[in-house]
């Protein structure tokens, strides 16, 4: 009998595990702007963009979505390249390391 019920009980939470694994993508889902940590597993879509200026460092961000558009705005990225805007540097998944052009990016801009 209890060698019943224990077997019954870790089946249910099994199936209860698994049942979060699967619906977690989208019944959990992280909204843009919300807090994040750059070690967070990202959500389908979606980034944990870095707080400006911290390249190369483990840190915490904000969820940006990998699907955007906007005006051509310049923008650095960590990386010593100049994006056509955020949402371009943000669909790279590259850290902002300031606004505007890079200094010596020799005029390549990425879209």
């Known amino acids: 009998m209890t060698r019943s019920l224990v077997s019954n009980s870790l ?10 694994v699967v619906v977690s993508g989208d019944a959990f889902a992280q909204k843009v702007g919300e807090a994040c940590s750059t070690l967070s597993p990202a959500p389908r879509g979606m980034w944990c963009d870095p707080v400006p200026g911290t390249c190369g460092i483990l840190t915490v961000g904000t969820w940006a979505s990998l699907t955007c558009a906007g005006p051509q705005a310049p923008v650095c990225g960590c990386d010593g390249e100049t994006y056509f805007n955020d949402c371009s540097r943000v669909q790279a998944k590259k850290a902002k390391f300031a606004g505007g052009a890079c200094i010596g990016s020799q005029g390549k801009m990425k879209r």
């Open 11 to 20: 089946r249910s939470l099994a199936l209860a595990f698994a049942f979060l």
